[in-house]
């Protein structure tokens, strides 16, 4: 039985921003919502319950980096990742291309000045064939982070890792474009992927229906649109990817290194021709202004790293503008709590927010922890960020069904 | 208002093993306790929130970690440690002599090699000179390991720091005597704890004085045992510090190097001298058959770094002895989780333990977790190992109550 199914609940009147519930067999997200990234079956840091009680409802997981560790034996034995991560909400998981391809192009350039510098092959097309990634048209070959061990990616194989998994959204497999990158090689890149979800979509259906057979949960999957950032490219994107009989759909090849102007158009390109009765993920973006960028336009859920990341570092968000803060930058809502100021400042991160962190801790011993380097500093960081983001989101959804989401993000980014 | 009291409740007939209370200005804490460390104002990726949780009723902070990060003056600013960390309950500090004493002879070791060995001034009595540590009658000089820095701490300023922290149970400045140690070295040592615990009452008196009059919370000094691995010496010295009006003793000197065999030997000589009326505390001891020995001595409360380091090393504290042991010693109740059988094992690291982790996770995830370097694995870890800790002497004091100890001693360790 099909349990996956998207409502809508409100729709802005000015932009295209609204609300939903996506119903999974694991409950409901509400939209939008940020998704936080636990890449190695865990947020850094924090446990299933501390997620639960950030009320966090969707949870990312790298299909990838459980292939290669524990790898999927260990998620069988467990009886799936849900079990496995002690999470009975929601989780999406990621086709494994993008890590199989960045991390493999990653290796081969730090490579490529020691010893492919005099190699007249790898000149001419680095994406088509570098050392550690070898594409073709059935998958992609490619070796380990951890030992270099050989291993290959099919679009079946991903669907099948992916049921393995049990998460409740899939992504197609897709060929990652890098970036920058020639239109030609962007053409190719998208075909493959346009093909490569045509082979998604059958062995997802094959796996779908052995699962109705054993009375086993429904699990989504997403269609992957790319196309890098070419206009005509991206329209064909789309126009090819919403004709497949996919649950939903995500948009790739972004947060690649393209500006943020970049990212704008490709979404101004895409979202119309995104059908209003399913589901949509922006893939790897999340900084406060791509937020009610991708929201307008849109955009039911987003993963991001990019907030654990920062919380990581000592950058922790705040509700309101820190007054030294000059434009309307992302900067303008984080304190850096690594600098000399808070050494002696009782106040919590953010008075307003009713974290853990905020309610029990000031920003001088978050700033201690930080200084002496404790693990503690980064839990307490961590919990802050993601309270943020989902506050952030929240205030978000509420402006939707009141019809003041233009005003609220001229509020948050001083421009409409 | 001397707020700080120490009623015992038990007396087990056959060793001097009992339980108690120690009544402070935060509440009571049951004994016999593990004193779970936090040297930074943290047990390494806890939360005050996971300690209560677990049950402990005291916390050890070092003075000298706090003296020189995040300094005094912050702590004054939070009005007390227990603020600083968001904690409300007891917290015992040390003198900072050990710290200090330690880590610049630590130091001074390590440059030795490079430096000094030409040098023969520092070849005959290197406690007394190390290059890094000066030590004189008045007290100590030494540089900050963070960045060389140099510093002061005499009695009187040890007394001063303890008081600013606020903690409820101080203790004595005292020499720390290294080990091996010559006969006549320990007892210049011992010689010099004895005036400078005279010189802590003084000043401890005066500031209790202080306190008197502006009301507030009275703070309990420990004096410090010392005398190294000689008898006499230590008869000395326990007959010495237990003539003067402190509150409670601590035995030092002990965990410094010298066999399980020798500290077993100090606890004989020294524990029948100190007062029934007043509370024991040892310092830095707690392996599991060190922890039936001291019970078994009277000591009331025992601090160790071992069950949360062992935790970040994946060594996991089991109540049942593991098949895979051959002997009664400790390493029969830990298993490694790192080690390759646990990788599929779905099993709670203890399938009787109430802990989150053992709740929540299986042995599967958190060893995935430690072989993938995530910090939850030692979060999980050291929750795990400190529910361990405090359900044995929860154990432990039980069957004191029940006159059973030595036959619990006999289960566990198979030596009565």
Known sequence: MKTFRFEKTYQDTKTSARTG????????????????????????SLTSQDLQELDTHLFFVNTYHMYLRPGLDVIVKAQ?????????????????GFQ????????????????????????????????????????????????????????????????????????????????????????????RTHRWAVRSIDEHEKLAEKS?????????????????????LRKESVQFITSCPFDGFAIGGVAVGESKAEMKKILQWVTPYLPQDKPRHLLGVGEIDDVFELIEHGMDTFDCVQPTRLARMGRLFTMTRQKYAQTYENASYEIDITRPEYKEDM?????????????HASRAYIHHLFKVRELLAYRLATIHNISFMNRLVNEIRLAIQRNSFV????????VA
């Open 347 to 359: 106040n919590a991160i953010d008075a307003t927010c009713p974290c853990y962190t905020c309610t």
């Open 80 to 96: 799936g990742l849900h079990a496995f991560m002690g999470w009975d909400r929601p989780i999406i998981t990621d086709s494994g």
């Open 100 to 191: 199989v391809f960045s991390l493999g192009r990653k290796k081969f350039v730090s490579r490529k000045n020691a010893i492919d510098s005099q190699d007249p092959q790898n000149k001419d097309d680095q994406h088509e064939s570098p050392s550690l990634v070898q594409i073709s048209d059935d998958g992609v070959t490619f070796r380990s982070h951890w030992d270099g061990s050989k291993h290959v990616f099919t679009p079946e194989l991903s669907m099948q890792y992916q049921w393995t998994l049990g998460s409740d959204i899939h992504i197609a497999f897709d060929d990652c474009t890098p970036y920058p990158v020639t239109e030609k090689l962007a053409r190719t890149s998208m075909e």
């Open 212 to 232: 109705r057979q054993s009375q086993e949960k429904y699990q989504a999957l997403y269609g992957s649109i790319q196309g890098s950032v070419y206009e005509h």
């Open 21 to 44: 519930v996506i119903h999974t067999p694991h409950g409901p997200i509400q939209t939008p919502a940020f998704v936080p990234v636990g890449t190695q079956a865990t947020v850094k």
């Open 407 to 414: 005003a609220l993000k001229k509020k948050w980014l001083g």
